[in-house]
């Protein structure tokens, strides 16, 4: 940042993944001194995916508007639509309002119910990653042993319905439980186990 400030040039944080908590909102700004910081809308934000945020210095939030309508150029056919804009809006009203306890409940019940049902599983060995393990990642790793005869558990859970994509962290399969819903991680391990039946 020192770089960036002794040549006069702005220094923008990527925070996609850093809401909840809330105070990060105005924490890179106030406490780091950076110019700008710029969250994901969607995520552990839960509001619309294609939207996003920026805070920070007035006229680097200002420049952004010559991204939008009526100018044309790069930015214009990733518009956001009104639509999405009052989703944001209300995402960020409740996250102020309501705070994050809630989100880290229900994440730490899912990741509950998700090892209780797989932690017997042969060949597979699960870590548990919460807030602070990477951004806002809550989830638990499956750590499937070399040599297992389970197939591409990764294939299998994005085959048919429901869609299930695991990413890969931690050197596992994550199952990232930050945007789930209330139920969604009964859905989750219902599959589970059909991919890590042995075959």
């Known amino acids: 940042m020192e770089i960036g400030k002794a040549r006069g040039v702005p220094v923008m944080v990527d ?9 990060n909102l105005w924490y890179y700004t ?15 934000l839960r509001g619309p995916s294609s939207t996003g945020l920026i805070v920070g210095r ?17 930015g ?8 999405e804009v009052v989703g944001l809006y209300a995402a960020i009203k409740r996250l102020l309002e309501v705070g994050e306890e809630d989100h880290y409940a ?5 990741m509950d119910y998700i090892e209780s049902e797989l932690k017997d599983m042969p060949f ?3 870590t548990r990653h919460e807030h602070g393990s990477w951004g806002d ?17 990764r294939a299998f859970m994005a085959e048919g319905t429901p869609y299930i994509e695991l990413s890969s962290k931690f050197d596992a399969l994550f199952v990232c439980v930050s945007t789930l819903k209330d139920g969604d991680e ?9 991919a890590l039946a042995v075959r």
């Open 15 to 23: 925070a996609a993944y850093e809401i909840p908590p809330k105070e």
């Open 30 to 44: 106030k406490e780091v001194g950076v110019d700008a910081a710029i969250f994901s809308g969607g995520k552990a």
């Open 58 to 74: 007035k006229e680097i939030v200002v420049s952004c508007r010559f991204h939008a309508r009526p100018n044309g150029g790069v």
């Open 76 to 83: 214009f056919a990733s518009k956001v639509g009104k639509e």
């Open 106 to 110: 229900r994440c730490g019940r899912q």
């Open 124 to 126: 597979l060995h699960l």
């Open 137 to 153: 990642e809550f989830g638990v790793a499956l750590h499937i042993e070399e040599g297992s005869p389970y197939k591409d558990v």
């Open 186 to 194: 009964v859905v989750v391990v219902e599959k589970s186990k059909k």
